[in-house]
C-alpha cells in the first residue's frame, strides 16, 4: 500500500488532498467523519514520508521517498495549485518586518544615523526604499551572515525604516479564514517529526575522534529539499509562520509523536539514538560519578560548568572521567592545577542532560550537532519575525548554549561554525527587551559567564611570572587551538552584546557572586603569554602566540569592561563602581598571594598583559570622572599601591629595553608586542590604563621612593653619578643612553599626561586627532582607523562621531587628491593648520602614540619645516613646552614628584654631566631634564617660605645636598663639594681637592665627574618608610670626608674608591653656563627683565613658544625669576660674574687635530652637498625632458635624424657604449622602440555623444557603430563583388590590432643592444619583463621596450636639396614616378642593416594576432604583406593625429618633438614593399593619369572585376604610392603624387554628394554646371565638375529608386553652395592631415597652426596644391590640379561604377565612401555615482554560465561583462579577461572590477592594478569596497585613464607590473 501511494498519480493526490481538506474543514457534520479524515492523513503521511521498506529498520544512508514533497505540497493546498495557495496566504501577511535572512557575503547596508544597535543591517531593497540620505551610512560584505532588521523599532529608529515597512497597524489585514490552514496544522508536525527522524537516524557519535564529517554532510544533503520547503513555507508570510511557530513549540504535539513508544520499528530506533546524542549534552558527567557527590573533571574536563549539585561539595581531582567526549587530553600542565570555582550555581539545568519538551527544541539540538548547516540556520532565522517564536527560540538558544560551547570547541571547521553561531544570537541578543527576559527569566548572564569560565579552563597552564616553581596561579595558554583560532569569539561577542543593554549590564553589576566570577576569568589572563628575555642565544623559533594574547585580552576581557563602564557614567551608579573595584581588589591581592609577590620583581621578564590591573584603573577613573566618588575611599594601603605599581612599571621598562635593542635575541615578535601594547587599537586598554594607574600610585606614594623605583627599574641609577666615570652592573654602557632617555622620557609623560586626569572627551579626541596629524598627513579613513575608539558599543564608531567631523574641521585642513602625470594617484589628506603648529602641537602626546619611532622624528621635521616656512624660527628647533589641562583635585598629588630631592639630585647631576662632556648624553637627555624643570616651576606650590622649607627638612634627613622640597627654592642652592665613588682609573682620584676655587682650579677639573647620589637605592630595599640620609655630599666648606652608606650592587667590582669633587654651582648657574655652552659664545645670556621690566609681568611670552635650546634655557630663567625674587637676584649675580669660560677651552694637541678633522671633513660634506645637488637638478632636467609624456611642447635636445640642416650626416649617440657615430651598413644604431598591438583607432565613432556604462537591463551597446566595425563591413562587401588582390589594396587595416610604434627618442648600436639582452639574460634578477621576448628598458630612461629601430643611414645635405622646387612640368613628373615605381626594388645585399630591418619586421608582424593580419581569400597570398605594412604607416600616423586631438590646428613639430620614429619606420616599410611588384597593368597609377584604351575595358569579363578607382581609400592609395618608390623620395614627387591623388578624392566627394541630393537638386545642378561648362576655369569649378558626374552617372541605374529608400540621405535639406563648398572642404580634409603629417616626417620642415576654419587653406597650401594663398571667395576647386582632360578621365572613371550597378544596384551606394566624422576614441562614460554601477553589476549573471561571478568585472572600452579569474569561462586556458583583452583591445584591456572599485589594466601578457576612479566624499579611494563609504567619480583622474589609452603610455607611466599567466 505504502508503495503504490507514492507512486500515484498528480491527479489521484490532487483529489485526495482535495477530499481530505473537505472532510475536516466541515468539522460540523460529525465529528467522527473529521476524525476518521485525520486518522487517514496520518496513516498517509507515515507512508509517503518514510522510506520505503517501512517494516524494517532502515539504514542511514537511505533517502526519503522523493514523492514526499509533492505530497506535502498537495496535501498543505488541499487540492489547489501551489502557487494559487501561496498567493492566497501571502493576502494575510501583516508584514510589518522585514526579516529577509542573508549568508555570508552578502552585500548590506549600515545607517549609524538610523541604528539603536551598532549591528543593526539593513538588505539593499530597504536601504534605497528608505531615505538615508546625508546619514552617515556604510555598505558591508556580510561575513557572518545577518537578517535585515527594517520595521524592528527595537534595533533601529521608525525614521529609518522603509515604505514598505512604514505601516504599523495590523487593523488592515483581514483575519485568517480557518479553513485555509487547517491541512497545515495537521501535516506540518508529522512533516517536521518526520525530518527530525531521519537527522536522528543519521547521526552516530563520532568514534575515538575520528571525524564523520562525511556521514553527517550526506545526511545534510539527502535533507536538503525539506528543509527548503520549510524555508519556502516561512517566506509565505506571517499567517503561516504563526502554524509553524504553534508546531514548533507545543509540548503536546513533541510528547504524542516523539516519546518513542509508539509501535514503529524505525521510530524506537531513532529514539534510542537521541538518547545517545543527548547523553554528552550536559556539563556534568553520567550519574554514577554523581551519586558519590564527589565529581572529577578529566584531564581536558571539556566542560564542567559549575560544579555544584545538592551536596555543593565541589573537588577537584584527576580522576579519570569515563565520557568518551572529553578525553581530548589538554596539556599536561591543566591536569595539576586546576581552579575552584564557585559551587553554588543558581540554575541547576546547566549541569544536566538537555531535556527536550518540542520540537523547536530537538531542532535547534539537532542543529548544533551537525554543526549549524546553512539551511538549517536560515530556516530557524526565517522565523523571527513572529514574536512568539522570537521568544521560544531565544530562551531555547539560551538552554542550549553550553551544549553548543561544547559542540564549537571540537568542531574542525570552528571558524564556520562560528560564524553560524554570531549570524543567530546577533539576532537575539541585539534586542534589549529580549535580552532582559531571558536574563531574568533564563539566567543567562551567569550561563554565559560559567560557559566561559569553563572554556577557557581547558587550556590553563601554570604561571611562570615572578616565582616559577611555587607559583599557584593558572593561566591560558595562547599557544593552544581555542585561543590561536579565536574558538571563544562567538561567545565573547554575545556576551558584550548583550551588556550593551542598560538593564542587563545592571543585573551583571549588582550580582557580587557573578562579578566575583568574572573576575575569576579575568585572572585566566593576567601575566599571560611571559616574555623571558634571551641572555645567551637567539631564540631558535620565534612564537607569533602574542597575537592570541593581544586578541584575547582585547576582546575577552578589554571589551566587556568598556561595555560595563559605559553604563558607569552618573552619580547614581557609585555602587556599582565600589563593586567592581572591591573585588578588582580582592582578585588582585589573591593574585600577588599566588605569585608570591613580595617587593621586587624577577628581572629580565615581562608580561604586556594586566586585565585587572586595568580594570582597576580605568573603574577608578570613572568614578572621579564621572560619578564624583573620593578617590581615596576606593584606593588600598600603602604597601598594596607599592605591589600594584610594579608591573605597569616593569611594563614602561621593558618597553624601553625593546627599543634599546636588549631583547634583540627574542626576535622580532617582542618588538611586534611592544608595538602593539601602543598601537591604535589596543592603546587605550593598554597602556592608558597602565599609566593612569602609575599616575595614581605616584600621587599617593612618597615622591622620593617613586622616583627612585623609576630609576631602578630602567637600571640607569649606577649612570647618574657625578664622576666622569662608573660602573654599571645591570646594563652595558651602548644602552645606558637610550634607557636614560627612556626614563626620563617616561617621567615626562607620566607628570604631563592628563588623558585620564582631568581633560574633557573633546580634549581627548583633539589632542588624539592634532598627535596623529602632526606625525603625517592623513586620509579620513586612516584617522577614523587611528584615533583609539573608546570601545563603547552604544555609540556607533566614534565617541560621539558627530564631533569627530567637525573636530577634524576644527584642527586640519582638506588637501585635495592631486594628480601627478608620473601616475602615482594621491589621496585626499587632511593636514594640520597652522595655528596647530603653532600652539597645540604636544611632542609628549605623539610619543606616547607613536608605533614607530621613526613617527616621532617625523612630527619633528614637519614642525620644523612649518617654522622656517612662517619665518619664527631659524636654527634646529627643539619640541615645544606645552601648557597642560589643570589636574583633577584628586590627582593633586603627582606633582609632590616634581619638589623632591630626588629628583632634584638627579636633574642637577645631569645637568652637570651635560656642562662636563661625559660620554652617554644626548640633547634628548638635556630636553627632557629641561621639561622637568619646567614642569616643576610650571607646578610649584606659590608660596616660598624658606622657615617652613626648613623645618620640613629637619625631621626628614640631614643631608645637604638641598635645604627643602621646593624646586624653585632649590635651583638657588649651591653645591660646592661633592663626595663620589670612582673606579680607581678615573681622573678625579689622582689629584687633592683644591684649595681655593681659582678659575685655572675650575679649568684643571674638566674631567672631573658626579657623587653617587643615589645610595638611596639600598635603602629603599630596606624599607621604604625610613628613606635615609643621602648624605653622600658635603656642602658644608669642610673637606673632611664623613663616612657614607657604601652599598655595591652585588657581583660589582670592589675597586672603587672615593674622591672628593669640588663643584660650586647651583641649578641656576648651570643653566647659564649651559646657555652660554649652546649658544658657543662667553656672557650669551643677559636677563631680558633689566632692559624691559614687562617681560616679568606678560605671562605668555610667544617670543619663547618655540626655539631650540638657548630658548628653553632662558625660558626657564625667566619662570624662576618670575617665581621668586631671590632667584631673580641671582640669576642677576651670576651674569654679573664674567663667568669663566666652559670647560674644554684649552685645547690640546690630539684635540686640534680631531678639531681640524672635524673642519676638513665639513668641508668635505659641503661640496659633496653642492655635487649632488647639481647632479639632482641634472636629472631632473633629464627626466623631465624623457620622461614628459604630458606635455607635447617640450622639444627634446636628442640628436635624432632630423638634426639641424648644416650637419652632413645624421650623429647618433649610443646609450649603451657612449660614443657617437653615424650609423653605417656595417654598424647600424637604432632607436629604441616599443611595439604594441593597438584597437584604439578602431573604437572611434561617428557620434559626439559618449557611450554610456549600461546601468540596467534596457541600455546595451552595440559595437555596430565603430570605426573598426564599419571597415571590416566595408571590405568584406568589397571582397564579395570585386578581385581579391585589388580588394587588399583599396582599404588599410589596423583599426583592430593594428601596430603602434612609439619611442623614447634614445639610440643605441644594434650590436651593443645584443650584447645588452645577454646580460638581461643571464641577469638572475626578476625583472618586470621577459627578456625571452626581447622585452627590455631603455639604458637610459628605464622605459619599456621590446624592438630597435635601425636608423637609415642618411645624409642631411641632399635633403636640403630635394627640397628645392624644380620646374619640370606635372606631365614629366607623373612619368617619373612612373618609371621608379617600375623599378623592382632589389634585396640590398646581406649587411648588417638590412638584417636588422628584416628582422624588426619580423618583430612588427609579431606584434599583433594573425587574426588582424590575415584579410585575403588565399591564405599566406603576399598582398596580405603588402596590406599589413602600408596599414602599419597608416596606423601610427592617424594614432598620431587622434593624439594632437584629431586636427593639425596646432601645427608645430610632431607629438613628442623628436621623439617620433616614423621616418625610420617608412625606410624599413619601404625597403620591404619594394619587393612586391604590382603587375604594371594594375598599378592603380596608371588608371589615375592615363585614359584606359579601349581593349583593357574588355579584359574584364572573365573575372571578377578590379575595384573601381572611386571605390579606393585615397590615404591608402597615397602610402602604396610612397612606399613603394625607391627611398629617399624627392619632395617633388611626392608633391605630384598627392596632386593626381587629391583630384581622384574630389572626385568621390563630388559623386557622393550628387548620391545624396535630391532629384530635383541634381536636375538644376547638373544644368547649372552644364552652362558654364566652356569657361575658361571650368575644370577648376566644382559646379562644373558636379554636373559632369551627374551626368555621367545618370547613364547607369545609380540614382535609381531613390525616393524609396531612406530619406534620411540629407535630401530634406536643399543644397546651397555655400554648403556644398563646406561638405567638399571637410571631406577632403582627413586626407590633407595625413598627407601633411607624412610630408613632415619625410621632409621636415614645421607643421603651420591656424584657425579651425582655414585648416584646409593652410595645409593645401603647405602640401603645394595652392599655387598661391587666396582668402576671398575660396574654392575648394582650386586646388585641383589635372594631369589629362578632367572630364574624360572622370567619364571614364563614372563608367567603372555604371557597369557595376547595372548588377547590384543596391550596393553601389553602400561602398562609396561615406567618410564619416570620426570623432576621438573615448571611454565609456560612467556614472556619477558607484553604486548605480555595483547594485546592477554584483548580482548580474555571467552569460556563459549564468551562474554570478565571484569578481565580476566590465570592460571600459566596450561594456562587455566578464568574471576575472571565472573557471566557468576559461577558453583553452585562457580566462575570461585575457581573452576579452585580446579580442576587444588587441591584448590590452581596460577592467573595472565591480566588488573592488579598482580599475586593472591587462597589457599583453603582464596586468597591473591602475588604482580608482572612484573617490569618496573625503577623496580616497575605497579598495576592495571594504568600508563601504558612498564613492563619486573623480573627473580627473578617468581623463588620465583614457589620456594613458589613447596615447599608449600605460607601460611607461604605470610602475608595478606582474605577469598575469592567463589566469585573469
Not at 652660554?1076 to 627683565?1089: A, D, E, I, R, V
Not at 619583463?1329 to 621590446?1346: D, H, I, M, Y
Not at 621608379?1380 to 642593416?1393: V, W
Request: charged letters at 20%.
Amino acid at each position: 500500500m505504502a508503495a503504490a501511494a507514492a507512486e500515484w498519480s498528480s491527479q489521484e493526490q490532487r483529489a485526495t488532498a482535495a477530499r481530505l481538506k473537505a472532510a475536516l474543514s466541515a468539522g460540523g457534520c460529525e465529528d467522527g467523519e473529521a476524525a476518521a479524515a485525520a486518522g487517514e492523513l496520518r496513516a498517509l503521511l507515515e507512508r509517503v514520508l518514510l522510506p520505503s521498506s517501512s517494516s524494517s529498520p532502515w539504514s542511514p544512508g537511505e533517502a526519503p521517498p522523493a514523492e514526499a514533497l509533492p505530497w506535502c505540497r498537495w496535501l498543505l493546498s488541499g487540492g489547489e495549485p501551489w502557487e494559487g495557495f501561496v498567493a492566497s496566504v501571502r493576502a494575510y501577511d501583516p508584514a510589518t518586518l522585514c526579516g529577509l535572512v542573508w549568508t555570508a557575503n552578502f552585500v548590506a547596508y549600515r545607517c549609524r544615523t538610523c541604528g539603536i544597535s551598532p549591528c543593526m543591517s539593513l538588505c539593499a531593497e530597504c536601504f534605497h526604499l528608505g531615505d538615508h540620505a546625508g546619514h552617515d551610512y556604510n555598505m558591508f560584505r556580510s561575513q557572518a551572515g545577518g537578517a535585515c532588521d527594517c520595521g524592528d523599532g527595537n534595533v533601529m529608529r521608525h525614521e529609518g525604516f522603509c515604505k514598505r515597512h512604514r505601516i504599523k497597524s495590523s487593523s488592515e489585514v483581514p483575519s485568517v479564514p480557518k479553513d485555509l490552514l487547517i491541512m497545515s496544522e495537521l501535516v506540518l508536525p508529522q512533516f517536521i517529526f518526520y525530518l527530525i527522524q531521519y537527522l536522528r537516524e543519521g547521526y552516530n557519535e563520532p568514534v575515538l575522534d575520528l571525524p564523520s564529517e562525511k556521514d553527517l554532510h550526506k545526511v545534510l544533503q539527502m535533507l536538503e529539499p525539506h528543509i527548503s520547503f520549510l524555508e519556502d513555507l516561512t517566506k509565505m508570510g506571517g499567517a503561516m509562520r504563526s502554524v509553524l511557530t504553534q508546531v514548533l513549540t507545543n509540548q503536546q504535539f513533541y510528547t504524542d509523536l516523539s516519546s518513542g513508544s509508539g509501535e514503529n520499528a524505525c521510530v524506537k530506533k531513532s529514539h534510542e539514538k537521541y538518547l545517545v546524542a543527548l547523553k554528552g549534552s550536559g556539563l556534568t558527567f553520567p550519574e554514577d560519578k554523581l551519586a558519590c557527590g564527589v565529581q572529577e573533571p578529566g584531564a581536558g574536563a571539556s566542560s564542567s560548568v559549575v560544579q555544584g549539585f545538592s551536596g555543593g561539595k565541589s573537588t577537584s581531582g584527576q580522576g579519570d572521567s569515563s565520557d568518551e567526549e572529553d578525553q581530548d587530553g589538554s596539556q599536561g600542565v591543566g591536569k595539576h592545577k586546576r581552579v575552584k570555582l564557585s559551587s553554588t550555581a543558581k540554575d541547576q539545568s546547566i549541569m544536566d542532560v538537555l531535556k527536550h519538551k518540542c520540537f523547536l527544541e530537538e531542532l535547534l539540538f539537532w542543529t548544533i550537532k551537525y554543526e549549524f548547516p546553512q539551511k538549517m540556520v536560515t530556516f530557524l532565522l526565517n522565523m523571527l519575525p513572529d514574536q512568539d517564536y522570537k521568544i521560544a527560540f531565544t530562551k531555547t538558544f539560551v538552554q542550549h548554549y553550553a551544549f553548543i560551547m561544547k559542540t564549537l570547541k571540537k568542531s574542525h571547521e570552528s571558524d564556520t561554525m562560528s560564524n553560524r553561531i554570531v549570524h543567530i544570537s546577533v539576532q537575539l541578543f541585539s534586542n534589549e527587551e529580549l535580552a532582559r527576559q531571558v536574563t531574568e527569566e533564563c539566567q543567562l548572564l551567569d550561563i554565559m559567564v560559567t560557559v566561559l569560565l569553563y572554556m577557557m579552563e581547558s587550556c590553563l597552564i601554570k604561571s611562570e611570572l615572578q616565582d616559577e616553581e611555587n607559583s599557584l596561579h593558572v593561566v591560558v595558554n595562547c599557544g593552544e587551538a581555542l585561543l590561536k583560532n579565536n574558538t571563544y569569539w562567538p561567545l565573547v561577542s554575545d556576551f558584550i552584546n548583550i551588556l550593551s543593554h542598560q538593564s542587563v549590564a545592571k543585573k551583571f553589576l549588582e550580582d557580587h557572586r557573578l562579578l566575583v566570577t568574572w573576575m575569576n576569568f579575568v585572572s585566566f589572563f593576567q601575566g599571560m603569554n611571559l616574555n623571558k628575555r634571551e641572555l645567551n642565544e637567539h631564540v631558535e623559533f620565534e612564537s607569533q602566540t602574542y597575537y592570541a594574547a593581544f586578541a584575547a585580552e582585547l576582546e575577552a576581557c578589554a571589551q566587556p569592561m568598556w561595555g560595563l563602564l559605559s553604563h558607569c557614567k552618573v552619580r547614581e551608579t557609585q555602587e556599582y563602581t565600589r563593586n567592581v573595584v572591591r573585588y578588582c581588589l580582592e582578585a588582585l591581592q589573591d593574585w600577588f598571594d599566588a605569585i608570591n609577590f613580595v617587593d621586587e620583581p624577577t628581572p629580565n621578564q615581562v608580561t604586556f598583559h594586566l586585565p585587572m590591573h586595568r580594570y582597576y584603573a580605568m573603574f577608578l577613573s570613572k568614578a572621579v570622572k564621572c560619578q564624583e566618588l573620593d578617590l581615596d575611599s576606593l584606593l588600598p594601603d600603602q604597601e598594596m599601591l607599592m605591589k600594584l605599581m610594579v608591573h605597569p612599571l616593569q611594563i614602561q621598562a621593558s618597553l624601553s629595553e625593546i627599543h634599546s635593542n636588549m631583547w634583540v635575541r627574542n626576535g622580532l615578535q617582542i618588538k611586534g608586542q611592544a608595538m602593539t601594547y601602543v598601537q591604535s587599537h589596543f592603546c587605550n586598554s593598554m597602556i592608558d590604563p597602565d599609566i593612569y594607574l602609575l599616575q595614581v600610585c605616584a600621587s599617593r606614594l612618597d615622591p622620593d621612593y617613586f622616583i627612585s623605583s623609576v630609576f631602578e627599574r630602567f637600571k640607569v641609577v649606577d649612570l647618574l653619578t657625578m664622576a666622569s666615570q662608573h660602573q654599571n652592573t645591570v646594563l652595558d654602557s651602548e644602552h645606558e643612553r637610550s634607557m636614560l632617555e627612556g626614563a626620563l622620557t617616561f617621567l615626562v609623560i607620566l607628570l604631563s599626561l592628563r588623558l585620564h586626569l582631568g581633560m574633557t572627551d573633546d580634549e581627548i579626541l583633539r589632542a588624539e586627532m592634532v598627535a596623529q596629524l602632526c606625525m603625517n598627513d592623513r586620509t579620513h579613513s586612516s584617522l577614523l582607523d587611528l584615533i583609539p575608539e573608546n570601545p563603547n558599543p552604544k555609540s556607533g564608531i566614534i565617541p560621539g562621531s558627530l564631533s569627530f567631523e567637525s573636530m577634524l574641521s576644527a584642527v586640519a585642513d582638506f588637501k585635495a587628491p592631486v594628480f601627478e602625470p608620473g601616475g602615482s594617484m594621491q589621496q585626499g589628506m587632511y593636514t594640520p593648520k597652522a595655528e596647530v603648529w603653532d600652539k597645540e602641537f604636544d611632542p609628549v602626546m605623539v610619543i606616547l602614540r607613536t608605533v614607530y619611532r621613526r613617527d616621532v622624528q617625523s612630527a619633528m621635521d614637519r614642525y620644523t619645516t612649518f617654522l622656517k616656512q612662517s619665518g619664527k624660527v631659524h636654527g634646529n628647533p627643539w619640541p615645544p613646552y606645552k601648557k597642560r589641562t589643570p589636574l583633577h583635585p584628586s590627582y593633586k598629588g603627582l606633582m609632590r614628584l616634581l619638589h623632591c630631592k630626588t629628583l632634584h639630585i638627579v636633574l642637577f647631576t645631569l645637568l652637570y654631566k651635560i656642562l662636563m662632556d661625559h660620554q652617554n648624553l644626548s640633547e634628548h637627555v638635556l630636553c627632557m631634564v629641561l621639561y622637568l624643570i619646567e614642569l616643576g616651576l610650571e607646578n610649584s606650590s606659590e608660596q616660598e617660605s624658606d622657615e617652613e622649607d626648613s623645618a620640613g627638612s629637619q625631621e626628614r634627613c640631614h643631608d645637604s645636598w638641598f635645604p627643602g622640597n621646593n624646586l624653585v627654592s632649590n635651583m638657588r642652592h649651591f653645591i660646592n663639594y661633592v663626595r663620589v665613588r670612582v673606579p680607581e682609573t678615573a681622573p678625579e682620584v689622582k689629584r687633592e681637592p683644591p684649595a681655593s676655587t681659582s678659575s685655572d682650579g675650575l679649568a684643571a677639573s674638566q674631567n672631573s665627574g658626579t657623587a653617587q647620589v643615589f645610595s638611596l637605592v639600598a635603602e629603599r630595599r630596606k624599607k621604604f618608610q625610613e628613606i635615609i640620609n643621602r648624605n653622600t655630599t658635603e656642602a658644608n666648606q669642610a673637606v673632611r670626608p664623613k663616612t657614607s652608606m657604601k652599598w655595591s650592587a652585588p657581583g660589582a667590582t670592589p675597586q672603587l674608591t672615593t674622591a672628593i669633587l669640588e663643584v660650586k654651582e647651583s641649578i641656576l648657574s648651570l643653566l647659564i653656563k649651559l646657555h652660554h655652552k649652546l649658544s658657543g659664545k662667553q656672557n650669551s645670556y643677559y636677563p631680558p627683565w633689566l632692559d624691559d621690566m614687562e617681560t616679568l609681568i606678560q605671562h605668555e611670552n610667544p617670543k619663547y613658544l618655540h626655539g631650540d635650546g638657548m630658548t628653553a634655557v632662558e625660558r626657564i630663567l625667566l619662570k624662576a625669576a618670575l617665581q621668586s625674587r631671590l632667584n631673580k637676584h641671582i640669576i642677576e649675580e651670576i651674569c654679573r660674574k664674567v663667568t669663566p669660560p666652559v670647560p674644554p677651552k684649552k685645547i690640546s694637541p690630539a684635540e686640534k687635530k680631531t678639531l681640524d678633522k672635524e673642519e676638513r671633513r665639513q668641508k668635505a660634506r659641503e661640496r659633496q652637498q653642492k655635487l649632488l645637488a647639481e647632479f639632482a637638478s641634472r636629472q631632473k632636467s633629464f627626466m623631465e625632458t624623457a620622461m614628459d609624456v604630458e606635455s607635447p611642447e617640450v622639444d627634446i635636445a636628442m640628436e635624432i635624424a632630423t638634426a639641424e640642416q648644416h650637419v652632413s650626416e645624421a650623429v647618433y649617440d649610443c646609450v649603451i657604449c657612449g660614443q657617437s657615430g653615424p650609423s653605417t651598413e656595417e654598424r647600424p644604431a637604432g632607436l629604441v622602440v616599443l611595439l604594441q598591438a593597438s584597437s584604439v583607432l578602431g573604437q572611434c565613432r561617428d557620434t559626439t555623444e559618449p557611450k554610456k556604462l549600461p546601468t540596467s537591463e534596457k541600455e546595451q551597446i552595440y559595437p555596430g557603430d565603430t570605426c573598426a566595425a564599419v571597415y571590416e563591413a566595408r571590405l568584406a562587401t568589397l571582397q564579395q563583388y570585386f578581385k581579391d588582390s585589388s580588394c587588399l589594396q583599396s582599404v588599410s587595416i589596423g583599426w583592430e590590432g593594428g601596430v603602434y610604434v612609439q619611442t623614447c627618442g634614445h639610440t643605441l648600436h644594434i650590436d651593443c643592444h645584443k650584447s645588452y639582452m645577454e646580460s638581461l639574460r643571464n641577469d638572475q634578477v626578476l625583472q618586470g619583463f621577459s627578456v625571452e621576448k626581447g622585452e627590455f628598458t631603455c639604458p637610459l630612461c628605464r622605459q619599456f621596450a621590446n624592438s630597435v629601430l635601425p636608423c637609415y643611414p642618411g645624409n642631411n645635405v641632399e635633403r636640403t636639396l630635394w627640397q628645392c622646387h624644380s620646374n619640370k612640368s606635372m606631365q614629366d613628373l607623373i612619368k617619373e614616378v612612373e618609371e621608379l615605381q617600375e623599378q623592382l626594388g632589389t634585396f640590398p645585399s646581406e649587411t648588417n642593416l638590412s638584417k636588422e630591418m628584416e628582422s624588426v619586421m619580423k618583430d612588427i608582424k609579431s606584434t599583433t594576432q594573425k587574426k588582424y593580419t590575415d584579410y585575403s581569400k588565399s591564405p599566406g597570398s603576399p598582398d596580405n604583406d603588402f596590406l599589413f605594412m602600408y596599414s602599419v604607416a597608416r596606423t601610427n600616423l592617424e594614432l598620431e593625429l587622434v593624439h594632437r586631438g584629431g586636427n593639425l590646428c596646432l601645427g608645430g613639430a610632431s607629438t613628442a618633438g623628436k621623439r617620433s620614429c616614423l621616418n625610420q619606420l617608412f625606410h624599413v616599410l619601404a625597403m620591404h614593399m619594394r619587393l612586391y611588384s604590382i603587375d604594371s597593368a594594375f598599378n592603380p597609377w596608371k588608371k589615375l593619369t592615363q585614359l584606359a584604351r579601349d581593349e583593357n575595358l574588355q579584359m574584364s569579363n572573365e573575372e571578377q572585376p578590379e575595384v573601381p578607382v572611386l571605390y579606393r581609400d585615397v590615404s591608402s592609395l597615397l602610402l602604396i604610392q610612397i612606399l613603394t618608390m625607391p627611398q629617399p623620395l624627392r619632395k617633388e614627387h611626392f608633391i605630384c603624387i598627392t596632386k593626381v591623388l587629391f583630384t581622384l578624392l574630389y572626385m568621390q566627394a563630388l559623386v557622393i554628394l550628387s548620391v545624396k541630393c535630391s532629384t530635383e537638386d541634381r536636375m538644376t545642378w547638373m544644368n547649372s554646371g552644364a552652362l558654364k561648362k566652356n569657361l575658361s576655369n571650368a575644370k577648376k569649378t566644382w559646379e562644373v565638375l558636379l554636373s559632369h558626374v551627374i551626368s555621367e552617372l545618370s547613364k547607369g541605374k545609380i540614382y535609381e529608386q531613390e525616393e524609396t529608400e531612406d530619406p534620411a540621405m540629407d535630401s530634406t535639406s536643399a543644397w546651397c553652395p555655400q554648403s556644398i563648398e563646406i561638405y567638399l572642404q571637410q571631406f577632403c580634409l582627413p586626407f590633407l592631415r595625413i598627407t601633411s603629417l607624412l610630408q613632415h616626417h619625410l621632409f621636415g620642415g614645421e607643421l603651420p597652426s591656424c584657425q579651425e576654419g582655414e585648416e584646409f587653406t593652410v595645409l593645401a597650401n603647405c602640401l603645394g596644391l595652392l599655387s598661391s594663398f587666396q582668402s576671398s571667395q575660396f574654392s575648394s576647386a582650386s586646388c585641383l590640379d589635372w594631369s589629362v582632360p578632367p572630364f574624360d578621365i572622370i567619364s571614364q572613371w563614372c563608367s567603372e561604377l555604371v557597369s557595376f550597378s547595372n548588377n547590384h544596384t543596391k550596393q553601389v551606394k553602400i561602398l562609396l565612401i561615406q567618410e564619416p566624422k570620426w570623432d576621438l576614441p573615448r571611454l565609456l562614460q560612467l556614472p556619477e555615482n558607484y553604486n548605480t554601477i555595483f547594485q546592477y553589476y554584483h548580482r548580474k549573471s555571467c552569460s556563459v554560465c549564468s551562474k554570478v561571478p565571484k569578481d565580476p568585472a566590465v570592460c571600459l572600452v566596450c561594456g562587455t561583462f566578464v568574471c576575472l579569474k571565472g573557471l566557468c569561462c576559461k577558453q583553452q586556458s585562457y580566462c575570461e579577461c585575457v581573452l576579452h583583452s585580446q579580442n576587444c583591445g588587441a591584448g590590452t584591456g581596460i577592467f573595472l572590477l565591480i566588488n573592488a572599485s579598482v580599475i586593472i589594466i591587462i597589457r599583453g601578457l603582464r596586468f597591473c592594478l591602475w588604482g580608482s576612479v572612484y573617490l569618496d566624499a573625503h577623496g580616497e579611494e575605497d579598495r576592495d569596497l571594504r568600508r563601504g563609504k558612498p564613492l563619486y567619480i573623480c573627473k580627473e583622474r578617468y581623463k588620465v585613464l583614457e589620456q594613458q589609452w589613447v596615447s599608449h603610455t600605460f607601460d611607461h607611466i604605470n610602475k608595478r607590473w606582474g605577469p598575469h599567466y592567463n589566469g585573469l
